[in-house]
């Protein structure tokens, strides 16, 4: 008899070693998919800014003490801000019976005609102020507009969102703080 001795691995070892791998890849994203059920977010103290809106008038982030508050920070004559500026308004309205307040902060000269106009017109149920230098830095500068910050009733930022943020990513956070 003429035979061939085995130099490769048996079928059992290479069974074994696909199995393991398999195995691995199915831990793995077990762990993502449960892991992010149950990430946690870390919330850090919301700037204390106070705006001036007019002569002696002002407000404040301890005005919305108690509150969930959204602040936008927008350019009036750029589609996705107004876009996002539309977004607020109808989850504004959606959620009028809770405590959800909206600030609408537009890159824009005080008293221009752009800003004014738009809110009348689209019949923004919110204030559009215009942000001075100070609130940016505080918020920590723009790189893009708009962004967009989540704060919850306890005035910490829980998310910060460059760019246009969707109705169901903001209902997702609204949800959490609504049940803190």
Do not use: W
């Not at 009028?96 to 000269?109: D, F, I, K, M």
């Amino acid at each position: 008899m003429n035979t061939k001795p085995n130099t490769g691995p048996s079928r059992l070892t290479v069974s074994l070693a696909v199995g393991c791998v398999v195995l691995l890849v199915v831990i793995v994203l077990l762990s993502r998919a449960f892991g992010a059920a149950a990430e946690t977010r870390t919330a850090t103290p919301a700037p204390s800014f106070s705006l001036k809106i007019g002569r002696e008038k002002f407000v404040k982030l301890g005005d919305f003490k108690g509150k969930a508050l959204i602040i936008c920070f927008f350019a009036m004559g750029d589609k996705p801000s107004q876009k996002e500026a539309l977004i607020l308004n109808d989850l504004l309205k959606e959620y009028s019976e809770t405590n959800l307040a909206v600030l609408g902060l537009a890159l824009e000269r005080p008293g221009t005609p752009a800003m004014k106009t738009f809110a009348e017109e689209q019949g923004l149920s919110y204030p559009l102020y215009p942000p001075d230098y100070d609130i940016i830095q505080a918020f920590g500068g723009l790189t893009a507009i708009p962004t967009l910050f989540v704060i919850d009733k306890n005035q910490n930022i829980i998310q910060k969102y460059v760019g246009i943020t969707e109705t169901n990513v903001l209902e997702a956070d609204l949800k959490a703080i609504f049940k803190q």
